[in-house]
């Protein structure tokens, strides 16, 4: 059985409008025969030159560091009047007109490099700290920590070795 793939019946794209109940179901397309589209016939690959932010949005909002427009993760489906985030804080709007010029380098990257992984990591460790409570306090998913210290073990770095009960820092 699907979720319904558009629960709210507003159109994806964050023009506000009703989406149409889909005719049939698929699971290829993410339909579900009587409930809404997540789109408007022609919508899903809309460019929208918006005005500005919604004035509904919360003030805490995460927003995007060049043109303030609130940000929701790549993980989950886009919200009306939010814009998708794509890396340096920036929405994928801003950071497509900033690829390739000297601009993009003004926004610092939000992502932690693997020696800062490794170190909190090593000193977590130290610690006696569990490696899903690590990863929680370094505030990255299991799987990104563990993808860390195998790249580090693979480059031959002698912080990260495997031992006998698996992945542990040197």
Do not use: K
Not at 39 to 52: F, K, M, N
Not at 100 to 123: A, F, K, S
Not at 133 to 139: C, D, F, L, M, S
């Amino acid at each position: 059985m699907l979720d319904p793939p558009n629960p709210t019946g507003l159109c994806w794209c964050g023009c506000g409008q009703q989406t149409p109940l889909a005719r049939r179901t698929s699971t290829r397309d993410r339909l579900l025969r009587g409930h809404h589209l997540r789109y408007l016939p022609q919508h899903h690959h809309r460019c929208r030159a918006p005005v500005g932010p919604p004035a509904d949005v919360p003030a805490d909002a995460w927003r995007c560091a060049r043109c303030d427009w609130p940000l929701h993760p790549q993980t989950t489906p886009p919200r009306p009047g939010y814009r998708r985030h794509s890396a340096r804080g920036l929405c994928l709007t801003c950071h497509r007109r900033l690829t390739g010029t000297d601009e993009l380098y003004d926004y610092g990257r939000t992502t932690y490099t693997r020696d800062e992984v490794l170190d909190e990591w090593d000193q977590l460790r130290r610690d006696g700290v569990p490696r899903c409570e690590a990863a929680r306090r370094i505030g990255i998913s299991l799987d990104a920590l563990d993808a860390h210290i195998y790249r580090a073990r693979r480059d031959g770095d002698p912080r990260a070795v495997l031992g006998a009960r698996g992945l542990v820092a040197a």
